[in-house]
């Protein structure tokens, strides 16, 4: 496939008209589901389980690692179930060198238009100076997403908020990156490193417009076997600060609740989100 084809660009905002026109899931926010809340199911039935978070009132899901389908089969499914792609997990590699051209024809066949990547190896945040160069390596490659019309973003686990060099990681990143660069924030993950409910509000206000995606993963100091809406975050207050100042697209629900089966889990999550936000 030529990536400069019109086709190409065409086929990744091939969203249809009534699709964008229906009412929006939850109280006028944009939902998503992170498939790796559900991963052992998916590799045993992906179609099924896109037709059950098609169910729950989802309106789009976010990759992680597609379980041996190619573009144009995933593309068809999320089709048939009136899901759309709310963004995919892609290790750093898979974007640099030979493998970049391969990445991007595959996105613009899914119909990605964001790609996220989920951590970073040791090699390349050992040290201050090393997060200014994956920095500058993440601006090289927004550039050249652009015209594709595809964005990059980082996603947090805990790492990214362990002070290093007198700095915390996070800061250090995208003080040092385009404003197009979107700040993934997990909101469990950043509180799991020790922030509070405040500091994660505070990292949406220090940079505005960039939380283009979000995850919605509850915290809990007293258990890790909570879903959303039964822990410490205050999700309603959240939600409208990422709207207001945050410019979020999608909000994208990771949760894994041991207690429960990953699908239950899922559906618990997100009618209980309901409820919140009704």
Same mark, same amino acid.
């Given at each position: 496939m030529n990536l400069y084809s019109r086709r190409g660009v065409t086929h990744l905002y091939s969203i249809s008209v009534d699709r964008l026109s229906r009412r929006f899931a939850v109280g006028g926010i944009r939902i998503a589901l992170q498939l790796y809340s559900i991963r052992e199911d998916c590799r045993r039935d992906l179609r099924g389980c896109l037709k059950a978070v098609a169910d729950m009132g989802y309106e789009g899901v976010e990759f992680a690692g597609y379980y041996g389908y190619d573009a144009?089969?995933?593309? $068809?499914?999320? !089709? *048939?179930?009136?899901? #759309? &792609?709310? $963004? +995919?997990?892609?290790?750093?590699?898979?974007?640099?060198? /030979?493998?970049?051209? @391969?990445? &991007?024809? =595959? @996105?613009?066949?899914?119909? @990605?238009?964001f790609i996220i990547v989920p951590s970073l190896p040791e090699y390349m945040r $050992? +040290?201050? !100076?090393?997060?200014? #160069?994956?920095?500058?390596?993440? @601006?090289?490659?927004?550039?050249? %997403? *652009?015209?594709? $019309? /595809?964005?990059i973003g980082y996603h947090n686990h805990t790492v990214e =908020?362990?002070? %290093?060099?007198? #700095? &915390?990681?996070? !800061? /250090? =990143? =995208?003080?040092?990156?385009? +404003? !197009? &660069?979107?700040?993934?924030?997990d909101t469990g993950n950043a509180m799991r490193a020790g922030l509070t409910v405040d500091e994660v509000f505070d990292i949406v206000k220090r940079y505005p417009r960039r939380a283009v995606t979000v995850h919605l993963k509850e915290y809990s100091r007293m258990s890790d076997r909570v879903v959303i809406g039964e822990g410490d975050m205050r999700w309603r207050e959240f939600i409208d600060l990422c709207i207001e100042i945050g410019g979020t697209e999608w909000f994208i629900i990771e949760q894994e609740s041991y207690p429960y089966p990953p699908l239950d889990c899922v559906r618990k999550c997100i009618d209980n989100l309901r409820r919140i936000i009704s």
């Open positions: 144009d089969e995933l593309k $068809g499914m999320l !089709d *048939e179930y009136g899901l #759309e &792609v709310a $963004g +995919s997990h892609t290790g750093i590699d898979a974007l640099l060198g /030979i493998c970049f051209d @391969n990445t &991007v024809e =595959f @996105n613009l066949r899914l119909g @990605n238009r $050992g +040290s201050r !100076d090393r997060w200014v #160069e994956a920095a500058r390596l993440f @601006n090289d490659l927004a550039g050249k %997403l *652009e015209r594709y $019309g /595809i964005r =908020f362990k002070p %290093l060099d007198g #700095e &915390v990681p996070w !800061d /250090i =990143f =995208f003080k040092n990156t385009r +404003s !197009d &660069v979107i700040m993934q924030l």
